[in-house]
């Protein structure tokens, strides 16, 4: 069980990868005490049951440089494989500002291959790898050293089982011809827009059901601060104050510490004098902002009727259709995307991409009354009209 700790090292790993087909990697992170990802431990393998599997240290390695890494992240003539790869590449967007390519995820890849939305990594090593997962340290503080040798062999399992996955899966996805379904769906996950937060935006992500222009603003401000606050002190937003916390202020409208120091929702951190000024600051600029600044919730227009009969048609051919292809009903179209059709939207996701080639299509021909829905046993059948 080999431990990388050194530039040196890493780059002789790397170099053997580039002459690979594909690497298998994941990480371990912490991220309960912190707003970025604090980067704990990178496993990798190579192809055959024998291949090379290291883990890398950053820890012990604190003066080691991930460049080797990310120039394997660049050459295109090895796939980078993962599981659920998103939490993994912010991680490395973050710090390096570079995503893997090409890259394959085998969460997204079983999802249009049967195995269910979201599936997790221990039931394909189950039943594609037949194997079991020791998960005895799966709740471990991976930022703690010497790590055993039960973590060690935890985490290591991580990429090892998964080259087994994922000669599995490209095998069927190269069967069924669904590799450009994966693909529209890794859009997503390198694009940075995925991974980049900006304060000045990081109010929109706040519920509240107040549509004042003037509330708007002192919520605008205050998300911008905490952002702001989190991202430069590298703290959770929840340390600074948590949403409830942030309405709460935004309706009572402190201007002073005593004011302040009143609020049922905010937390001891909130009330230390860094951040306590920051937030009578925030509350104070959107009292003072322009009245032509002022958010403006987007009136929706008249939202045309759902027709409630086609929209259980609707649901009938996706049931029909999901069985047909073996994936999960909801991969290809939630609930709220047959409401939309039914009620006459076209920009709709389930309309757009592979999903429209398998249900999209033949659902705007159902709406248009072009097919109609036929019974044979439990068999669910399109026919033209």
């Given at each position: 069980m080999r431990t990388i700790t050194t530039t040196e090292e890493l780059a002789s790993f790397c170099a053997a990868a580039k002459s690979a087909p594909y690497v298998t990697i994941d990480t371990e992170f912490l991220r309960e005490r912190t707003y970025w990802s604090k980067l704990c431990l990178i496993q990798m393998a190579l192809p055959g049951k024998d291949g090379d599997a290291v883990l890398v240290d950053p820890i012990i390695?604190?003066?080691?440089?991930?460049?080797?890494?990310?120039?394997l992240f660049r050459h295109e003539a090895t796939v980078k494989v993962f599981h659920a790869a998103r939490q993994d590449l912010e991680i490395f967007f973050v710090e390096g500002g570079v995503f893997p390519v090409p890259l394959f995820d085998t969460q997204i890849a079983a999802m249009v291959c049967g195995f269910g939305e979201q599936v997790g990594y221990e039931t394909l090593v189950r039943k594609i790898a037949r194997a079991n997962l020791d998960k005895t340290s799966r709740f471990t503080d991976w930022s703690?050293?010497?790590?055993?040798?039960?973590?060690?062999?935890y985490a290591l399992a991580d990429v090892t089982h998964l080259r087994v996955i994922y000669e599995?899966?490209?095998?069927?996805?190269?069967?069924?011809?669904r590799a450009p379904w994966v693909e529209e769906e890794l859009a997503v996950l390198t694009d940075p827009a995925t991974y980049t937060v900006h304060p000045d935006e990081?109010?929109?992500?706040?519920?509240?059901?107040?549509?004042?222009?003037r509330f708007l603003a002192i919520v605008r401000e205050l998300a911008k601060f905490r952002e702001s606050w989190s991202q430069g002190q590298n703290v959770p937003r929840s340390r600074v104050m948590k949403d409830d916390a942030l309405l709460e202020l935004a309706s009572t409208r402190p201007t002073s510490m005593?004011?302040?120091?009143?609020?049922?929702?905010?937390?001891?951190?909130?009330?230390?004098?860094e951040i306590a000024e920051g937030i009578l600051a925030a509350i104070q600029a959107g009292m003072e902002a322009r009245t032509e600044d002022l958010p403006r919730v987007v009136q929706q227009?008249?939202?045309?009727?759902t027709n409630a009969a086609l929209a259980d048609l609707l649901r009938v051919l996706l049931k029909a259709k999901s069985e047909q292809l073996g994936v999960a009903p909801r991969l290809i179209a939630a609930?709220?995307?047959?409401?939309?059709?039914?009620?006459?939207?076209?920009?709709?996701?389930?309309?757009?991409?592979?999903?429209?080639?398998?249900?999209?299509?033949?659902?705007?021909?159902l709406c248009k009354g072009e097919i109609a829905l036929t019974a044979r046993g439990t068999e669910i059948r399109t026919i033209r009209i």
């Open positions: 390695g604190e003066e080691m440089s991930m460049e080797p890494l990310y120039d703690r050293r010497p790590l055993s040798e039960a973590q060690k062999e599995w899966l490209a095998a069927q996805l190269q069967k069924n011809g990081a109010w929109k992500r706040i519920k509240t059901r107040t549509s004042s222009g005593e004011e302040l120091g009143r609020s049922r929702l905010l937390l001891r951190e909130g009330r230390k004098p227009p008249d939202q045309p009727q609930a709220s995307d047959l409401d939309a059709i039914a009620a006459g939207k076209r920009d709709v996701e389930a309309l757009k991409g592979w999903r429209g080639e398998v249900f999209g299509d033949e659902a705007l021909r």
